[in-house]
């Protein structure tokens, strides 16, 4: 994992296999790699803890249904 390159593309494929965009065959190959690498699991790891905080610590907004409407009808105008 010493080329950035190789680095930004195992963060893609992480990021991918969380966001549940990786085929099949892709993710079975991903999970292989991180079981064979240590390094590969902590980034894994990391990047889950993450997500998982901020989903906890991180409130939405909920949006008005007239907002919703003001949208929909500028979007209906272009």
């Known amino acids: 994992m010493g080329?950035?390159?190789?680095y930004q593309a195992l963060v893609q494929k992480v990021t991918m296999y969380l966001d549940n965009e990786l085929g099949k065959d892709?993710?079975?190959?991903?999970?292989?790699e991180i079981q064979q690498n240590p390094a590969y699991f902590k980034l894994l790891?990391?990047?889950?803890s993450f997500r998982?905080?901020?989903k906890s610590r991180i409130q939405?907004?909920?949006v008005s249904p007239n907002l919703i409407a003001s949208i929909k009808e500028?979007?209906?105008v272009y």
């Open 3 to 6: 080329n950035p390159r190789d």
């Open 26 to 32: 892709a993710e079975r190959d991903l999970l292989r």
């Open 45 to 48: 790891s990391k990047e889950k």
């Open 52 to 54: 998982d905080f901020i």
């Open 60 to 62: 939405r907004r909920t």
């Open 74 to 76: 500028r979007i209906k």
